[in-house]
T-cell receptor
């Protein structure tokens, strides 16, 4: 089956620093990747849609200048949390859609971000 | 505005019995529905999906039913196994965008 990886799996950083999270599709080309965040015991909330070679589309209420998304290739998308604050602490999950089967979407294992 | 709702935060079922997880939605534009299983600190794992043109889809022990008029779908697991214990999310999308709107999740516990 299709595999999506995320790196790092967890990260702790100081308030004010920036953190980059990578999402890779390991055995397929992902024309579209999605970024979600999940607070404890809550639902997954879509943050943005990332298409290879174009600007990301952000959901309402998500600050695009704070959550920078880059989809430089068909197998890699990155999410950079800039000037992180404790309220940004969350579980960030990416998913990737295989261009061959538009309905299939595969999730990464997630990244736990803790901002001190 | 919660477009996808799972009103039962938890469900406990005896092994071998049927587990029924429910999901309601408000957006009539949704045309594709999915169920995911998730463990803590892991990404969701796809279970089963259904298109709005169908009212039932079955895959092994998992069956999803869709009632469009009621804007309601349910996931049936039979027979339930202890390994099914996890958080189950329903999700919906529209127009082949791939953007998924998730419910709040239901924690299923299957007791031996």
């Amino acid at each position: 089956g299709a595999v999506v990886s995320q790196h790092p799996s967890w990260v702790i950083c100081k308030s004010g620093t920036s953190v980059k999270i990578e999402c890779r599709s390991l055995d397929f080309q992902a024309t579209t990747m999605f970024w979600y965040r999940q607070f404890p015991k809550q639902s997954l909330m879509l943050m943005a849609t990332s298409n290879e070679g174009s600007k990301a589309t952000y959901e309402q209420g998500v600050e695009k200048d704070k959550f920078l998304i880059n989809h430089a290739s068909l197998t890699l998308s990155t999410l950079t949390v800039t000037s992180a604050h404790p309220e940004d602490s969350s579980f960030y999950i990416c998913s990737a859609r295989d261009g061959r089967w538009a309905d299939e979407q595969f999730f990464g294992p997630g990244t736990r971000l803790t901002v001190l | 505005d919660q477009q996808v709702k799972q009103n039962s935060p938890s469900l406990s079922v005896q092994e071998g019995r049927i587990s029924i997880l429910n999901c309601d939605y408000t957006n009539s534009m949704f045309d594709y529905f999915l169920w995911y299983k998730k463990y803590p600190a892991e990404g969701p794992t796809f279970l089963i999906s259904i298109s709005s043109i169908k009212d039932k889809n079955e895959d092994g022990r998992f069956t999803v039913f869709l009632n469009k008029s009621a804007k309601h779908l349910s996931l049936h697991i039979v027979p339930s196994q202890p390994g099914d214990s996890a958080v189950y999310f329903c999700a919906a999308s529209s127009g082949n965008t791939g953007k998924l709107i998730f419910g709040q999740g239901t924690t299923l516990q299957v007791k031996p």
